[in-house]
């Protein structure tokens, strides 16, 4: 007898007949093979490979998909936008070391996606979206199909690979592309298109089956050259103020316990960049994070792991780097640890590359510092302690304040204490005061566990992170977010509560973007265009779908809300109502807003 149980409702994915997958007349039971299709095919070949878990947004062609993944035990997470389903996938394939996967429809969908795409590659997430696409022959005659457009033409450009599949007998192969694009190497977002006809396309189910691949090795090591990890420590050896500064990179790794010894072993002092806070501990005696305006002018020998010199790190040069004019080198000799060779030489000389996977090459450089490693000169480990002293005890005092209304620093203190004693809770955090003062404040006590708006400081992965975080780890996540940065993807409160995940939002609401107080230079009805309603109660949106909301003014109800949150893991929306006058335009990125040559 054929099968007539719906494969998509049994949770087995290939076990249709030739009569089911539409092949017209009925066929005898027992000579008709068995059948497969596409939609079969790609959750086949995806869950063949440990994908567990989708991030997307239903609709033409992909709302059956979604239900067949579901039925074959996919965990499939549904979103109201898909920019927050893409950046969902992003962060998960930075958590896991696995591609994330985002599921779009076509067009208007896909373009949603494509800002979390580029945004992964970008910051060498391994993600992929896969978009659902119309039908090839009527796009590229340009006659008006439903949704049309040419998605991978538009992808590429945006990402580090892209491919289309036209043939379920191909499914396996793209899956596989797909894969190895994300992760190898440096990682990053890849796109596959899926047409429209390819879900209902049919194959006999063992000739689909044997299609399908399953990535051996999809991130291969790549091991240091010897000469190039000599190189980097005789260099490091004849340093006088040598400086490690971790990406992260180096927090992508998972090399946690090798990294850390590196910097142990060495002594030292280290920087980590925001996402690499926690590699080690920030209350570790070796962090300069407190003298970071001392240490990298001051350095004569800086060792960079996973970490690229782009803005952030004002490109290796320039005053930050003691360099007289802004393109002006500092003094400094540099040590390059990175997968991609590329990156060498990209905006300074870089003296000794070490090019590999992190993991690989820490442990090399491990290997060739043995045990007996001179520890840099008292003179420079004082000179950094001096500066760090005195700079957290600075920030101690301001933060001992309790000043009315509350103000960053005030609210801050409190999420610094929460955090230290939820030192496995994941933190996501985006805005731009909202963003600067916590990295500055917060402390993080172990890997990954910072998850912020990364290399293009991009508004709107707040949701998106804390959902995928919570999913992937099943960890409390909490997300402090600008008020302004919140709106980018609040609607998502919805999918919090939906999935019942433990996540509390804390938004520090100063009624606009940096601040509160701007004012309409006109003088119309119109309010400033950096100004919101004052006083909006965020905190109602949580509730509307059934999270626990909270409006609170000082530092003691913050710290009784959040704490609440962490004990019931309910969907927690804290609105934390500052001071508006608190922010700075820009945050601590002022400096890179263009001046009007006129004169106001
Ligand atoms: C996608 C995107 N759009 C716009 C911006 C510009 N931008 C940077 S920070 C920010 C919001 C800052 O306001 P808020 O989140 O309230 O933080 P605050 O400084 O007030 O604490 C905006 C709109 C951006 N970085 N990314
Ligand atoms: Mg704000």
């Not at 062609?61 to 579901?70: G, S």
């Not at 940096?514 to 309603?533: H, I, L, Q, S, W």
Request: proline share 5%; net charge neutral; glycine share 10%.
């Amino acid at each position: 007898m054929a099968t007539v149980t719906d494969p998509a409702l049994t949770g087995q994915a290939t076990a249709k007949t030739a009569e089911q997958a539409g092949s017209g007349e009925r066929v005898a039971g027992a000579q008709s093979p068995e059948m497969t299709d596409g939609f079969h095919l790609v959750i086949d070949g995806l869950k063949l490979n440990g994908v567990d878990t989708i991030f997307g947004l239903p609709g033409i062609p992909i709302t059956d998909f979604t239900r067949m993944a579901q039925a074959a035990g996919i965990r499939v997470i549904s979103f109201r936008h898909e920019q927050n389903a893409g950046n969902a996938a992003a962060i998960a394939g930075f958590l896991t070391k696995k591609p994330g996967i985002c599921l779009t429809v076509s067009a208007p969908g896909f373009l949603n996606g494509l800002t979390a795409l580029a945004n992964a590659t970008t910051n060498c997430f391994p993600m992929i979206l896969i978009s659902g696409s119309s039908e090839r022959e009527i796009v590229d005659l340009q006659q008006g199909d439903y949704e049309e457009m040419d998605q991978l033409a538009i992808a590429r450009p945006l990402c580090k690979a892209a491919f289309r599949v036209l043939h379920a007998e191909d499914i396996g192969v793209g899956i596989a592309r797909a894969i190895r694009a994300a992760v190898s190497g440096r990682p990053g977002g890849v796109y596959l298109d899926l047409p429209a006809k390819l879900f209902a396309q049919t194959l006999e189910a063992e000739a689909g089956r044997r299609s399908l691949i399953k990535v051996v090795d999809p991130a291969p090591r790549q091991l240091p050259d010897a000469e190039a990890v000599k190189r980097a420590l005789e260099l490091l050896k004849g340093a006088k103020r040598p400086l490690i500064l971790l990406g992260k990179g180096a927090a992508y790794a998972q090399a946690d316990a090798d990294i850390r010894a590196l910097v142990e072993r060495t002594g030292i002092p280290y920087l980590p960049m925001a996402m690499a806070k926690g590699l080690l501990p920030d209350t570790h005696e070796q962090s300069a994070a407190a003298a970071r305006s001392y240490v990298l002018p001051e350095a004569d020998v800086v060792m960079i792991v996973g970490a690229r010199l782009n803005w952030l790190l004002s490109h290796g040069k320039g005053k930050t780097w003691g360099g007289k004019g802004h393109k002006d080198w500092g003094g400094q000799k540099f040590i390059q640890v990175d997968i991609w060779p590329q990156e060498m030489d990209s905006n300074v000389r870089i003296d000794a590359p070490v090019v590999g996977d992190i993991g690989s090459c820490v442990c090399a450089l491990l290997a060739g510092i043995g045990d007996d490693w001179a520890r840099p000169s008292a003179e420079w480990l004082g000179a950094i302690a001096e500066r760090r002293d005195k700079n957290v005890a600075k920030m101690a005092e301001t933060l001992a304040k309790d000043p009315v209304p509350m103000n960053f620093h005030s609210a801050l203190a409190v999420v610094r204490d929460i955090v230290r004693a939820n030192p496995d809770a994941i933190l996501v955090n985006e805005g731009a005061n909202a963003l600067d003062f916590t990295r500055s404040i917060v402390d993080m006590y172990k890997p990954r566990k910072r998850l912020d708006v990364g290399t293009w400081g991009i508004m709107g992965i707040g949701m998106g992170f804390s959902v995928a975080a919570a999913v992937v780890s099943g960890q409390q996540v909490i997300a402090i977010e600008g008020d302004s940065a919140f709106g980018f993807s609040g609607m998502e409160v919805e999918t919090i509560c939906r999935y019942r995940l433990p996540v509390c939002v804390v938004v520090l609401n100063n009624n606009g973007v940096y601040r509160g107080t701007d004012v309409n230079p006109a003088g119309g009805p119109d309010v400033a265009p950096t100004v919101f309603v004052k006083g909006a109660r965020y905190e109602k949106l949580m509730e509307a779908f059934g999270g626990v909301g909270a409006h609170v003014t000082t530092p003691a109800e913050l710290r009784k809300a959040m704490e609440e949150a962490i004990r019931s893991r309910r969907p927690t929306l804290v609105n934390a109502v500052i001071d508006e006058t608190a922010g700075t335009e820009s945050g601590r990125i002022t400096s890179l807003n263009p001046q009007s040559a006129k004169k106001k």
